[in-house]
């Protein structure tokens, strides 16, 4: 059975830093390219920024120069590293395969940036 377990949100200033954490399973993690994705209130989920099974990575304009995610095949686990957190980044953040996500989501963690 797929499953996502999102880990780390909180509540940062702005301009601070928060590092999300993601193990799957049910999945053969190392070979799927994986995503973040965020939900803020009101709005529909968008897309973060992605990692392929070989490393390579992009990201959403508004989050570009400013986060980074990175992968560890040994844990199951996709991490995103938010820097520069802005009000906007608010939202609830969500791990899943790339492109076409599995219709299976974690809870996700809870981002808010305080002014």
């Known amino acids: 059975q797929v499953r996502f377990v999102e880990s780390g949100g909180g509540v940062v200033q702005a301009g601070g830093s928060r590092r999300l954490s993601c193990e799957a399973s049910?999945?053969?993690?190392?070979?799927?390219?994986m995503a973040w994705y965020r939900q803020a209130p009101g709005k529909e989920r968008e897309f973060v920024a992605r990692?392929?099974?070989?490393?390579?990575?992009n990201f959403a304009d508004s989050v570009k120069g400013r986060f980074t995610i990175d992968r560890d095949n040994t844990r199951n686990e996709v991490y995103l590293e938010m820097n520069s957190l802005k009000p906007e980044d608010t939202a609830t953040y969500y791990c899943?395969?790339?492109?076409?996500?599995?219709?299976?989501w974690g809870q996700g963690t809870q981002v808010t940036v305080s002014t």
């Open positions: 899943n395969r790339a492109n076409t996500p599995y219709p299976y």
């Open positions: 990692i392929n099974s070989s490393g390579s990575t």
């Open positions: 049910g999945i053969t993690f190392s070979s799927i390219h």
